[in-house]
């Protein structure tokens, strides 16, 4: 006859033998504890964001309450002899130089001295940093002088509807810039080679199999991984060092998050937000802007804004906007992250691997465990490692027989 006792002893060690195979099936990563180091990096992060933003903001008003925004475009008119053209072009060339100068000194601290003061930059000199800063610029100049007219062009021939017709080419353009940026733009900043590691190739090859895909483009190079490209040219990114930093199960796990994004293709997800906030930018210029040119034309030394001069009132609404649109965008973003992780661990299964990947970043201070609210809002365009590492610790439907949120995409 069995005790009470004995009963009990036999259902604790029932319970025990069923904790222990979960913990088998999946073993809880503990999430790292925040260091203080992070706290105070936060913080300075926070405060370069803000200074930069600043900067962003005072330059264009600068220029456009003391009158030499339209003296410099006045003066580049007379020395190309009035050609509009030329002088737009030349006009914005000028402010997008202007304003990687007037926001270098916080630029070199933000992206040079605190990331070298924490080891993130590895051997890169002053120079290299500085060399690549003008290389980024150089998208920019070219577009400033190629495609700057247009809503200039758009604004003297319908001066009540040019911000809807400058929306309706603001798309073509982005396209454009979607589908050549693997192409064209990467390449300025890294070298990229076509995926040589055979066994990579075959793991990767495997789970694009199950999502019904035969060959997707991958290529290696460059210091981030990502999905960058629109249909024909969309390819996957994989960071020069993934091999050497990723075991295999993580390697497995980083490809299926972005097969994710490839599959579901998420970069024409940024065409409708771009054309809204074009719309939306635009709009507000036409209304705020014409009402302030109408009034201060005197200080800002042009009446209309189909007036060169009138670019640095365009960036200042653009801008205005851009900051109060800013944690909507990111939060948004954060969505497509979070779900590009959930397809990763669907697809993979590799739930320890991914807990392990994301504790790692948190043990080289690479990213932050929470950042604070404030970075998170304003410039996070992740998920923390904390949220990512719950996510990766307790998110298996398969196990428990639950439905899978993307079983429609690929086979599990
Ligand atoms: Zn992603």
């Not at 930093?245 to 293709?265: C, M, S």
């Not at 771009?274 to 719309?279: H, N, P």
């Amino acid at each position: 006859m069995e005790t009470t006792g004995m009963r009990w002893w036999r259902v604790g060690w029932v319970g025990m033998g069923l904790l222990s195979l979960a913990a088998i099936a999946h073993a809880q990563v503990p999430i790292p504890a925040i260091p203080a180091r992070e706290v105070q990096v936060n913080r300075l992060l926070d405060a370069y964001w803000l200074a930069g933003r600043i900067v962003q903001l005072l330059l264009p008003l600068v220029l456009l309450c003391s009158g030499y925004g339209a003296r410099l475009c006045r003066g580049l008119s007379a020395w190309v002899r009035g050609s509009r053209f030329l002088t737009e072009g030349l006009f914005g060339s000028a402010y997008v130089l202007l304003g990687a100068l007037v926001s270098l000194p916080i630029d070199y601290g933000r992206h040079y001295l605190l990331p070298k003061s924490l080891g993130w930059l590895g051997d890169e000199t002053r120079g290299q940093w500085l060399a690549g800063q003008l290389l980024g610029l150089l998208p920019w100049l070219v577009a400033a002088m190629l495609l700057l007219w247009v809503p200039y062009a758009l604004m003297r021939r319908s001066p009540r509807r040019w911000w809807l017709w400058a929306t309706l080419a603001v798309i073509p353009v982005t396209v454009f810039f979607l589908i050549v940026q693997p192409l064209w733009i990467k390449p300025l900043s890294a070298q990229y080679e076509p995926l040589a590691d055979g066994s990579l190739r075959a793991s990767i090859d495997a789970l694009a199999a199950r999502c019904g895909l035969v060959h997707v483009p991958v290529v290696v190079g460059g210091n981030d991984t990502a999905v960058y490209g629109l249909g024909p040219t969309a390819r996957i990114f994989l960071q020069q060092d993934l091999a050497s930093t990723e075991t295999p199960g993580q390697i497995r796990f980083t490809v299926a998050h972005e097969l994710k994004h490839y599959v579901l293709a998420d970069n024409w997800k940024l065409l409708p937000i771009i054309a809204l906030l074009a719309l939306a930018g635009f709009w507000l210029t036409y209304r705020i802007g014409g009402h302030a040119t109408r009034r201060l034309h005197r200080r800002f030394g042009f009446a209309r804004m189909d007036d060169p001069a009138s670019l640095p009132l365009l960036v200042l609404c653009m801008t205005v906007l851009w900051l109060a649109v800013t944690p909507a965008f990111l939060a948004y973003n954060r969505y497509i992250e979070r779900e590009a992780d959930r397809f990763g661990l669907e697809l993979s299964h590799e739930n320890e691997a991914a807990a392990r990947l994301f504790a790692s970043w948190a043990g080289e201070g690479t990213d932050w465990v929470q950042p604070d609210r404030f970075a998170l809002a304003f410039f996070y365009t992740h998920p923390s490692i904390a949220e990512r590492m719950r996510m990766a610790n307790d998110y298996h439907p398969w196990l428990e027989g639950k439905p899978l949120r993307y079983a429609g995409s690929c086979e599990r």
